[in-house]
């Protein structure tokens, strides 16, 4: 046997699998191509939120298939969870979403840099300040995001990270 017969992960996406059967007397080889086993499948998040699957395409794509929603435009949470839903109605064994659009670390560290230039403050200061220029750019790709449950959570593991240095300053 070369190969496997079936995808066996992401590794093996779109690749068409086959089974070979050779015939010594005829010294010929029989290809069968394998449309029985679930295959790794991605939908793309901007054709799918333009409608430009048919539901035919989309059925043929997720049923028993393994899928990866990509998402690669400009998107809101709810939409992503929506369409996952919608995707789930299609049975395929799992989906997954991956995501290309991201923030540029150059914008973040730029601001970073700005922010600890700006004078001396204490470190709380300088994560709130940081925290804010990171928002600025998430909220360009997630319109969802709580800003303050973001500001929330930074600050109570600020004050957790405190409290474990002064418990390892007093052990010491």
């Keep these: 046997m070369v190969g496997s017969p079936m995808q066996l992960n992401w590794g093996e996406y779109n690749q068409d699998k086959f089974i070979y059967i050779l015939d010594p007397e005829q010294n010929d080889i029989k290809e069968i191509q394998n449309t029985v086993n679930s295959r790794y499948e991605k939908i793309y998040y901007s054709l799918l939120s333009n409608k430009r699957y048919t539901e035919n395409e989309l059925k043929k794509l997720c049923k028993d298939n393994y899928?990866?929603?990509?998402?690669?435009?400009?998107?809101?949470?709810?939409?992503?969870?929506?369409?996952?839903?919608?995707?789930?109605k299609f049975n395929p064994v799992t989906v997954e979403t991956e995501y290309l659009i991201s923030i540029t670390s150059d914008t973040i560290l730029e601001s970073a840099n700005e922010i600890v230039k700006s004078g001396s403050k204490d470190n709380k200061e300088y994560l709130m300040e940081y925290l804010e220029s990171v928002y600025k750019e998430i909220s360009k790709i997630d319109e969802d995001i709580d800003k303050q449950l973001l500001f929330q959570l930074a600050e109570s593991y600020y004050e957790k990270s405190q409290s474990s240095e002064k418990d390892i300053e007093e052990d010491k």
Aim: glycine share 0%.
């Design 67 to 88: 899928v990866k929603l990509v998402v690669d435009a400009k998107y809101q949470l709810n939409q992503i969870l929506t369409l996952i839903d919608f995707i789930r």
